[in-house]
């Protein structure tokens, strides 16, 4: 999914066709999430974050009148295409007012720097006892790739801290953010699930890491793919080339008093 916001991945380039070749699985391993929200036919649900619409149009298939945003123009477009209603809006300035029973949100939050403003957002979102269901990066998601980009940066002489678009929270840190915002919460934990990737390291940090390529002229990118391949290569591509990217989830659900 591709749910960014201005500060998280204003530098980031949503290309629908790039994303289905090198993250196409992030749908697919959606699916928990479904199991989670535990839908009833004719339910109303927001899709936060919808990408190019592959989890909302199973949403659809499920019996569900779904709503999907997202603030890349471009996956709004491929969403559109599918025949799904999706619109383009920031998750920090949703504009909804008590028009959902649920909101789901995969592999999305993690973009979005103002949660505070997100899940005010959602709470409003959502009618009286509404369920907010969601996954998205945890705490250590994507810890050896960070280190890697900190380092080949940081020996250009770059502070690659300050382009750091994702936000990862302890499951500590989102419940009590959740819970300001009123919601209980029925589950929150964090799932380790190194995922492997369709493709070499060097598409994923194309699709989901340009914040911090773009730190470096274009014709320097190439290079700092490589340095920070071969970092990770020990730790996360095995002897037959297969790659693997370090994620940990943090998967929730929580809902609104009736
Ligand atoms: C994730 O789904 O955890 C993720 C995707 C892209 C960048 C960082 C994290």
Redesign the pocket.
């Known amino acids: 999914m591709a749910g960014n916001d201005q500060e998280g991945a204003a530098a980031q380039h949503w290309d629908p066709q790039r994303y289905n070749k090198n993250a196409g699985f ?1 749908a697919e391993l959606g699916a928990p999430l479904l199991d989670l929200l535990q839908l009833r036919a004719g339910e109303r649900v927001l899709d936060l974050g919808c990408g190019e619409g592959a989890l909302t149009a199973r949403l659809v298939d499920a019996g569900a009148e779904v709503v999907g945003v997202d603030a890349s123009p471009d996956q709004i477009a491929a969403a559109r295409a599918r025949g799904l209603d999706a619109r383009v809006m920031s998750g920090e300035a949703l504009t909804f007012d008590g028009d959902f029973d649920a909101v789901l949100s995969n ?1 999305a939050l ?1 973009w979005m720097l103002k949660p505070d403003a997100v899940l005010q957002g959602v709470a409003r979102a959502l009618k009286p006892g509404g369920r907010f269901v969601a996954e ?2 945890g705490h250590g ?2 810890g050896a790739i960070l280190d890697a980009l900190m380092v080949a940066l940081e020996a250009r002489g770059l502070d690659a801290r300050s382009a750091n678009p ?1 936000y990862f929270p302890t499951p500590e840190a989102y419940q009590s953010k959740l819970e300001a915002a009123g919601f209980s919460v029925d589950s929150i934990a964090l799932i380790p699930r190194p995922t492997p990737l369709p493709g070499a390291i060097g598409g994923w940090l194309e699709t ?2 340009e914040a911090f390529l773009k730190q470096v002229p274009p014709a320097e990118r190439d290079g700092l793919i490589d340095a920070v391949a071969e970092r990770l290569r020990p730790q996360l591509c095995d002897s037959e080339g297969n790659w693997t990217a370090d ?1 940990v ?1 943090l998967r929730f659900a929580a809902r609104l008093a009736d």
Do not use: C, L, P, T
Request: glycine share 8%; proline share 0%.
């Open positions: 992030v592999a993690h998205m990066g998601n994507v994702w989901f890491a994620y989830r």
